[in-house]
Antibody, heavy 122, light 106 residues
Framework: QVQLVESGGGVVQPRRSLRLSCAASGFTFSSFSMHWVRQAPGKGLEWVTVISYDGNSISYADSVKGRFTVSRDNSRNTVYLQMDSLRPEDTAVYFC???????????????WGRGTLVSVSS | DVQMTQSPSSLSASVGDRVTITCRTRQSISTYLSWYQQKPGNAPKLLIYRASTLQSGVSSRFSGSGSGTDFTLTISSLQPEDFAVYYCQQSFSPPFSFGPGTRVDI
């Protein structure tokens, strides 16, 4: 079954850390770039980060640069998002998403997980 | 960063109506534009990429057009399952921003 399943969300205090995971199945995970996209409650979509198929190329949105770190383990078919120095404005549902193209990314997303909610509050 | 707008922000329509949603960017992005549909509580779904290419498995009542700075998503005959929020997204340069969304209601 082709799917992405996120986990690791929860309630966390400001300035603390949280690590999200996204487990992939049903496709050749090691051939695709992977993205994280977030959605604040009742708001629109915000692209967060992308990691290339081999982990050698990474890009971040300015809003999370220096605080979030994306990584992947192709042996476990899993991508991670380490979130440090969390702020209330990071409160959102975090989706992982698969790039539509193999190897060379095209920066659009043809498979999404159901998302995991991160709530940053004291 | 590529700034994006969508119009209208919301619209009311009936089953069978032809619906058009517009997405504009402040700089040219060629045809690096995608459209997504999101229903409440669900993840977005890719409908169109490269401005006009229909994603596999998506109904042919959805179509996209445009290039440069002006793009359109058209639903030829609105069906009950099409009531949702629609987002455009640019894949021209990072950050790969989304438009603010258009809600299509009954």
């Amino acid at each position: 079954q082709v799917q992405l399943v996120e986990s690791g969300g929860g309630v966390v205090q400001p300035r603390r850390s949280l690590r999200l995971s996204c487990a992939a199945s049903g496709f050749t995970f090691s051939s695709f770039s992977m993205h994280w996209v977030r959605q604040a409650p009742g708001k629109g979509l915000e692209w967060v980060t992308v990691i290339s198929y081999d982990g050698n190329s990474i890009s971040y949105a300015d809003s999370v640069k220096g605080r979030f770190t994306v990584s992947r383990d192709n042996s476990r078919n899993t991508v991670y998002l380490q979130m440090d120095s969390l702020r209330p404005e990071d409160t959102a549902v975090y989706f992982c998403a698969k790039d539509r193209s193999t190897l060379s990314p095209v920066w659009n997303f043809d498979l999404w997980g159901r998302g995991t909610l991160v709530s940053v509050s004291s | 960063d590529v700034q994006m707008t969508q119009s209208p922000s919301s619209l009311s329509a009936s089953v069978g109506d032809r619906v058009t949603i517009t997405c504009r960017t402040r700089q040219s992005i060629s045809t690096y534009l995608s459209w997504y549909q999101q229903k409440p509580g669900n993840a977005p779904k890719l409908l169109i990429y490269r401005a006009s290419t229909l994603q596999s498995g998506v109904s042919s009542r959805f179509s996209g057009s445009g290039s440069g700075t002006d793009f359109t998503l058209t639903i030829s005959s609105l069906q009950p399952e099409d009531f949702a929020v629609y987002y455009c997204q640019q894949s021209f340069s990072p950050p790969f921003s989304f438009g603010p969304g258009t809600r299509v209601d009954i």
